[in-house]
């Protein structure tokens, strides 16, 4: 019988990062899941009292990202899988935004989850092992009219997390970069900031409405059996796109800027950098 892996999960009370503390639960593994709520988690910490350990967390705060992550190492005496997900949205063109709310999105999205991996690396590299999963979007290949924000702040994460792969290797750490598409978590609603819309950009939301519709995506325990398989790989991939539309369409977007890039191809070669 294979051996309980150890889970560290952030953002793990609800959607994604509940779904996969409740795969790896039942597939016989112990879960570390932090969280700023940890009311959700109710129910799971009564099923599995001696499998699931609760920390509160936010990932804002780096000292107490670097304490949180001592506590979660010896909760089980190691950390196998490390599951960065925690994350919010910011919703509305850039124009609209202000600093604050910019600011507030690079903090959880892209500069929170630095401080986890500066957390947690020096307790995988002590063990000589370990597997980052650095949760980011389908969309970091490019960004989508009023939700620019939060692709770049994934997208920033997406080529922090390329170099981190490179630079951990060495100590036996994997990473990959799982990049899910839009699932039916609370990240549209209660993880949502809006800005306050200017009527000059009516006519754009018309269309992302009608584009998007009301289809609130699929039940995130779809996506956790794939993490799962994920997490137990010898040799995973450096990049995995979760959910069978969301990789249709970043193929047809990376077509997509692979044509552009062709078309303009004369002008590219007319500079000899």
Same mark, same amino acid.
């Given at each position: ?10 953002? #793990? ?7 996969? *503390?409740?795969? =790896?639960?039942?597939?016989? $593994?112990? &879960? @570390?899941?932090? /969280? ?26 780096? #000292? ?7 506590? *979660?190492?010896? =909760?089980?005496?190691?950390? $196998?899988? &490390? @599951?960065?997900? /925690? ?38 590299? =002590? ?147």
């Amino acid at each position: 019988m294979a051996t309980a892996r150890v889970w560290f999960i952030t953002g #793990a009370s609800r959607g994604l990062g509940r779904a996969y *503390a409740e795969a =790896a639960l039942a597939a016989g $593994d112990r &879960v @570390v899941a932090a /969280a700023r709520d940890l009311g959700p988690l109710d129910d799971l910490a009564a099923a599995h009292p001696d499998r699931l350990v609760r920390l509160t967390l936010d990932v804002r705060d780096r #000292a107490e990202v670097h304490a949180v992550a001592d506590r *979660a190492a010896e =909760a089980f005496g190691r950390l $196998d899988v &490390v @599951v960065n997900n /925690a994350g919010t949205m910011l919703l509305g063109m850039v124009e609209e935004a202000t600093e604050e709310q910019i600011r507030a999105q690079f903090d959880v999205n892209f500069f929170g989850a630095v401080w986890v991996v500066q957390a947690v690396v020096p307790h995988l590299r =002590a063990q000589g092992s370990g597997h980052i999963l650095q949760v980011t979007t389908m969309g970091t290949g490019g960004g989508v009219a009023s939700a620019g924000f939060y692709a770049a702040s994934k997208s920033a994460l997406d080529s922090l997390s390329q170099a981190l792969a490179m630079e951990v290797a060495p100590f036996g750490i994997k990473v990959t970069i799982v990049q899910p598409g839009g699932y039916g978590t609370d990240l549209f609603t209660r993880g949502t900031t809006q800005t306050t819309p200017r009527p000059e950009y009516e006519p754009v939301r018309a269309r992302l409405a009608e584009m998007w519709g009301e289809d609130a995506g699929p039940d995130p325990s779809t996506a956790a059996p794939v993490v799962l398989e994920l997490a137990g790989l010898d040799e995973p991939p450096l990049r995995l796109i979760v959910g069978a539309a969301s990789y249709d369409m970043v193929q047809q977007m990376d077509r997509a800027r692979t044509e552009e890039y062709r078309a303009w191809e004369h002008l590219s070669r007319r500079a000899p950098g």
